[in-house]
């Protein structure tokens, strides 16, 4: 989706350091989310923004965080990189109407 | 939210129709989706059907809900190679924080020449 960019696309990292994935919007949406995907899990979310500097915590937020500092940014963190975050991330956007989600491209992020 | 599921794998012939299935549990959910995500992409929005329709059409795509069963249904008519991807369908569910969306784990559809 032109509207959505995700960077990196591709990441390696190591056990232990510290890891942030970045969404970029252009389409001035008020909600924000990160998921992550995994083979037998579909999708389940992280944390998800209400606006800026609103965020809050969604299903397995254990181990992450964010930060919404302007509409069009949402930061996602591994403060200290594990293997069980080795997963393919997904930011998605969205307005108060209820016409679905708009999604990135998504990040492949590998801890080794 | 609540649960959303899927069947895993569903294998057709080119041609053919598809039907993916999907339950839902949440019977407030006023808006079900589907989505469609092909290899190395991202979610792409298919279709939506709002919780007061029985069935909504789209070129290929009819969307059939059941909504005393909380039965979601995608059959894609005429089904081509380029259909082979993911499809997830999605229920959603208000917060004081918005709307929200309860994903399924996603059905992987191989369309076979």
């Known amino acids: 989706d032109a509207g959505i960019t995700q960077s990196p696309r591709h990441k390696v990292t190591e056990t232990g350091t510290p890891v942030t994935l970045r969404c970029h919007q252009t389409?001035?949406?008020?909600?924000m989310y990160w998921y992550r995907q995994d083979p037998g899990h579909g999708l389940r979310l992280i944390h998800y923004s209400y606006g800026v500097k609103d965020t809050d915590k969604g299903e397995v937020s254990d181990g992450y965080s964010v930060s919404r500092s302007k509409t069009e940014d949402f930061l996602l963190t591994l403060e200290s990189a594990t293997s069980s975050q080795t997963s393919v991330y997904f930011c998605?956007?969205?307005?108060?109407?209820?016409?679905?989600?708009?999604f990135g491209s998504g990040t492949r992020l590998t801890v080794v | 939210g609540e649960d959303v599921e899927q069947s895993l794998f569903l294998s057709v012939r080119e041609g053919d129709s598809s039907v993916i299935n999907c339950t839902y549990t949440d019977s407030s959910s006023t808006y079900l989706y589907w989505y469609k995500q092909e290899p190395g992409a991202g979610l792409q929005l298919l279709t939506y059907?709002?919780?007061?329709?029985d069935m909504k059409q789209d070129q290929r795509l009819t969307v059939l809900l059941n909504k005393k069963d909380k039965h979601l249904s995608l059959r894609i008519a005429d089904t081509q190679t380029g259909d082979s991807a993911i499809y997830f369908c999605?229920?959603?569910?208000?917060?004081?924080?918005?709307?929200?969306?309860?994903f399924g784990g996603g059905t992987r559809l191989m369309v076979k020449p």
């Open positions: 389409e001035n949406h008020r909600y």
């Open positions: 998605a956007t969205g307005t108060d109407t209820n016409y679905g989600y708009t």
């Open positions: 999605a229920e959603n569910y208000g917060t004081n924080a918005g709307n929200m969306l309860t």
């Open positions: 059907i709002f919780s007061n329709m």
